[in-house]
C-alpha cells in the first residue's frame, strides 16, 4: 500500500577533498564495505529508476505518481554523489572503474534478458535491502559512523534516510501497476 511518509528529495553538498583512505574509524573492513556499497550505487540507483520507469504510465494512484516522482529525484541525487566520492577512491589507487564495468554488464544483459516485470521485483528487493541499511545507518544515531570523516558519515545518513523514505515506492507499483504476485510465475 502507498506509504504516507513524505518523500523529500534533497541536495546536499559534501566536502570530499580530504577524505582519508580508511576513512570509517581507520578501519579497512569498517571502510571497505561501504566502499563496496558506493561502487555499486550510481549503476545500481540508475538501474532501479528505468525498472519503475517502464511501469510509470500504468500508475493511477496521484500519491504514488507523485512518490515516483521524488524517488527519482532521490536516486538521481546519490548516484551523483556517490559518482563523486568514487572518484575520489579512484584517486587514491582503487580499481572503482574496473567493478562498475563488470557490474554495467549484468545490469545490461539482465535489462536484455528478462522480463520488465522480473527486474521491478529486483528492483523493490533491492529498496528492501537498501532500506534495512538505511535504518541501521540511523541506528544509534548513526552509531557505524561515530568515528568516521564527517563528510562520509553525513553522506550515508543522508542516503540512509531518503533510502528508508522511499522503502516501498517500487514494491508499491509492483503490488498494483505491474501485477504484484510473489510466485517464479508471477514474473514472467
Ligand atoms: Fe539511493
Ligand atoms: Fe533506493
Redesign the pocket.
Known amino acids: 500500500m502507498t506509504h504516507m511518509i513524505n518523500i523529500q528529495p534533497r541536495k546536499p553538498r559534501f566536502d570530499l577533498s580530504d577524505v582519508p583512505v580508511f576513512w570509517n574509524d581507520g578501519d579497512p573492513v569498517l571502510t571497505r564495505f561501504f566502499d563496496a556499497l558506493s561502487i555499486h550505487f550510481p549503476d545500481g540507483?540508475r538501474f532501479?529508476i528505468q525498472s519503475v520507469r517502464n511501469y510509470q504510465d500504468l500508475v493511477t494512484d496521484p500519491k504514488l505518481r507523485e512518490d515516483i516522482k521524488n524517488f527519482f529525484r532521490q536516486?538521481a541525487q546519490h548516484g551523483i554523489v556517490h559518482d563523486q566520492y568514487n572518484a575520489v577512491m579512484q584517486s587514491q589507487g582503487i580499481h572503482v572503474e574496473k567493478v562498475i564495468a563488470r557490474f554495467k554488464l549484468f545490469i545490461r544483459l539482465s535489462q536484455k534478458h528478462l522480463p520488465a516485470k522480473y527486474l521491478l521485483a529486483m528492483t523493490a528487493a533491492f529498496?528492501h535491502i537498501?532500506a534495512v541499511l538505511g535504518e541501521g545507518a540511523m541506528e544509534g544515531e548513526g552509531e557505524m559512523f561515530k568515528n568516521a570523516h564527517p563528510a562520509m558519515r553525513a553522506m550515508f545518513m543522508w542516503h540512509g534516510v531518503e533510502?528508508v523514505e522511499?522503502k516501498t515506492v517500487a514494491f508499491d507499483v509492483y503490488e498494483t501497476a505491474a501485477g504484484g504476485g510473489i510466485s517464479p510465475a508471477h514474473l514472467l
Do not use: A, K, R, Y
Open positions: 540507483e532501479f536516486e529498496e537498501t533510502e522511499h
